[in-house]
């Protein structure tokens, strides 16, 4: 067995573990193998085990890989994303999960009426207010959800984060807690009741303890493909 194999059955199993934990059915999870930085060929060795979701950080090497790989392959964009580079990606991405502005969406949605098709996104939410971190600020998050819900061919599925970096995955469950709070509150208030019900929260580091406060994704990348080269990735 590869490694890539390995490691895919070992995820599997820590997100079994999770659902049993929670209550939660395993079907409610998505992983997403983030595969930023790696090559073609490890992407579709864990294709050919079964991941159909790919999550990528720049948009120039997910043009670059999209052709390069199975056409039924669901790719996310989960990394900052640059208004001009929108109109690359508006009709290849399955879900962009780092809307955090409105003149992004703005964006999103203008491409998307051009390209006739609509668009999946989820805001991100800089729960933990690092300064370091994109994502919009709790206390705006209100207020983008209701001007993003007015904009044509661009649909608001849920919220996602980037917890802080720890050794204690247990020091981030606040947060990813905090997140789906924060949906609740407002899917509560919604007149035009959206149901933002997706969640985009766990990493490598974190991803059981995301499950148990509600994940419906989780975006995997040093657990399935090993560490990435460059501190920066
Ligand atoms: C790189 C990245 C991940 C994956 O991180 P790992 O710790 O390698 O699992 C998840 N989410 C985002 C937004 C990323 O940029």
């Not at 983030?34 to 073609?40: A, E, L, M």
């Not at 060795?45 to 991941?51: H, K, M």
């Not at 933990?128 to 959800?145: D, M, N, R």
């Not at 009741?193 to 989780?218: H, K, P, Q």
Request: aromatic share 6%.
């Amino acid at each position: 067995m590869t490694n890539i194999q390995k490691n895919l059955i070992a995820v599997e199993q820590e997100i079994q573990r999770a659902c049993d934990k929670s209550g939660r059915n395993r079907t409610e999870v998505s992983l997403i193998a983030v595969s930023k930085t790696k090559p073609i060929s490890m992407i579709q060795e864990a294709y050919n085990a079964g991941i159909r979701d790919f999550g990528e950080n720049r948009v120039q090497e997910l043009m670059d890989k999209i052709p390069q790989l199975p056409s039924d392959i669901r790719w996310h964009m989960i990394g900052h994303l640059q208004r001009n580079k929108v109109k690359y990606i508006v009709d290849k991405a399955a879900m962009i999960h780092s809307v955090d502005s409105l003149a992004l969406a703005e964006e999103i949605s203008r491409e998307a009426v051009k390209k006739n098709v609509t668009v999946d996104i989820l805001i991100e939410v800089n729960v933990a207010e690092e300064s370091s971190k994109f994502g919009v600020a709790v206390s705006e998050l209100p207020g983008l959800v209701e001007s993003i819900s007015k904009l044509p061919s661009i649909h608001i599925k849920g919220f996602m984060t980037v917890a802080p970096y720890t050794e204690n995955p247990e020091e981030n469950r606040p947060y990813f807690h905090k997140l789906v709070e924060l949906a609740v509150d407002i899917n509560r208030k919604n007149i035009d009741n959206r149901g933002m019900c997706l969640f985009s929260m766990g990493m490598t580091g974190d991803y059981s303890v995301a499950i148990e406060e509600g994940a419906t994704y989780i975006r995997v990348g040093t657990g399935i493909f090993g560490e990435r080269g460059n501190i920066t990735d």
